[in-house]
């Protein structure tokens, strides 16, 4: 099948090279001149672990192409929307001007098919109430086409298991019946693998579909805000957040995924997505169904204050002067993303007051290069480590984890340690020497 994906960032360009690499025909469309040649070498825009091998394999076959010229997606049958949708200026809710262009691009270059009604599939995460905004602009303009809401959900540094072995695929599908046959009859085609797999598959209507990712998202976010609150409580009561989840994760009902404390969420997905879902509530009349996410907010960004807050106790009251050894800046590991990353905040703030910063990331150090020249970055941990006075794990990449204690112990002026991400054992950074400190845990509490 011919398709068609436009927008060829993470979302997008992922999923064109999934695509190819079940068959099809796909050509993915982007403004950026830079990405696109990039792509079109066979190579990543960005860190993904096991994206390279199946984006290089469908260029090399011929069977994925990029380019920047819009015209070229006329002879799809199958046009996947996977622009960004950002947090708009001076405001929560998503711009939603990339999503409208593509649609735009779709009604001015999109010719009709032999083979059936065109199928424009929406893979934005976007407010609800646009799938059937989109379909109505379509059929205003006469393009014989359906529109079908299939949003994503992707994880960072899983993101192809996640596209080409998901554990549920989501159909938003019009109310018009023959429409939504045709929809899912497409789709199920391209998504054949998949299908035949057996990953269950979910046939719901436009906004139920627009809603399971941020309703997703916003369960997460409660989920880890919830366990970061506990730790402010065991901060204050000497108790170990690390054992109080464990405890409570073992009722079936609750389960241990997500609750982690640490220095809370980051991305370009989740922070921006309950915001924008918050707002969408606001326009839609029912704003107090979620003001809860407003706690949820305010508590994620709490950790970054207590961190630096922390920081600045361990290091006797002020940081003017002191070397901060920072282990990671990505939001998370397996990711060069360091969009709204706690980590990156957390390094900034520290340099804001005064500290010594020196930081260091496998994935995400020429990023924060570009975007943050004030700060020191250095390529090894080694480096970092080199004189400190304070270190600070904020992203838990596994080579931090691995880290000797006794030889970090070497290299620091002193042996004081902030585990932002509450991954290290305690008990070995303490017996080797290190005044360590988590987040609502201590290497004194069992």
Request: proline share 4%.
């Amino acid at each position: 099948m011919r398709i068609s994906v436009i927008g060829c960032g993470y979302l997008g360009a992922v999923h064109a090279a999934c695509m190819a690499d079940f068959g099809h025909e796909v050509v993915g469309v982007d403004i950026d001149q830079t990405k696109i040649d990039r792509l079109a070498a066979g190579v990543p825009s960005f860190h993904e672990p096991g994206l390279e091998p199946v984006l290089r394999k469908g260029v090399e076959s011929g069977a994925l192409t990029f380019t920047t010229d819009k015209s070229a997606i006329g002879d799809a049958r199958v046009h996947f929307i996977a622009v960004g949708t950002p947090q708009g200026g001076g405001s929560y809710a998503a711009d939603m001007s990339y999503v409208w262009t593509a649609v735009d691009d779709i009604l001015a270059h999109a010719r009709p098919h032999a083979d059936g009604p065109l199928v424009i599939v929406g893979k934005s995460t976007v407010p609800v109430g646009t799938a059937q905004a989109i379909a109505d602009r379509v059929a205003e303009a006469g393009l014989d086409a359906v529109v079908v809401w299939n949003p994503e959900f992707l994880r960072e540094g899983f993101a192809v298991q996640d596209t080409q072995a998901p554990d549920r695929v989501v159909y938003g599908l019009p109310d018009d019946v023959l429409a939504g046959d045709t929809g899912r009859a497409v789709l199920d085609e391209v998504y054949a693998p998949i299908i035949a797999a057996g990953i269950p598959r979910l046939l719901v209507n436009y906004a139920t579909a627009e809603l399971v990712k941020v309703a997703a998202n916003s369960f997460l976010a409660t989920k880890i805000s919830f366990i970061n609150s506990m730790a402010e409580l065991c901060d204050a009561s000497g108790a170990d957040v690390t054992r109080l989840a464990e405890a409570i994760g073992h009722d079936e009902r609750i389960g241990p995924k997500f609750l982690q404390a640490g220095i809370g969420f980051g991305g370009g997905c989740l922070p921006k997505d309950i915001r924008a879902f918050m707002a969408r509530a606001g326009e839609l009349g029912v704003d107090q169904s979620l003001t809860f996410l407003r706690e949820v907010d305010s508590i994620n960004m709490r950790r970054r204050d207590h961190a630096v807050d922390l920081a600045t106790s361990m290091a006797g009251g002020r940081l003017v002067g002191v070397k901060v050894a920072v282990l990671g800046l990505t939001f998370k590991p397996d990711s060069d993303d360091v969009r709204d990353s706690p980590a990156l905040d957390i390094a900034g703030r520290l340099w804001g007051r005064g500290a010594n910063v020196v930081a260091t990331d496998p994935a995400g150090a020429a990023a924060v290069r570009s975007q943050r020249p004030d700060l020191h970055i250095v390529d090894t941990a080694d480096e970092a480590l080199e004189g400190a006075d304070l270190v600070m794990l904020l992203t838990a990449w596994k080579d931090y984890l691995a880290i000797d204690p006794a030889h970090a112990k070497s290299l620091v002026a002193t042996p004081r340690i902030i585990d932002g991400r509450n991954v290290l054992d305690a008990h070995a950074w303490a017996d080797a020497g290190w005044d360590y400190r988590g987040m609502g845990r201590t290497a004194s509490t069992w």
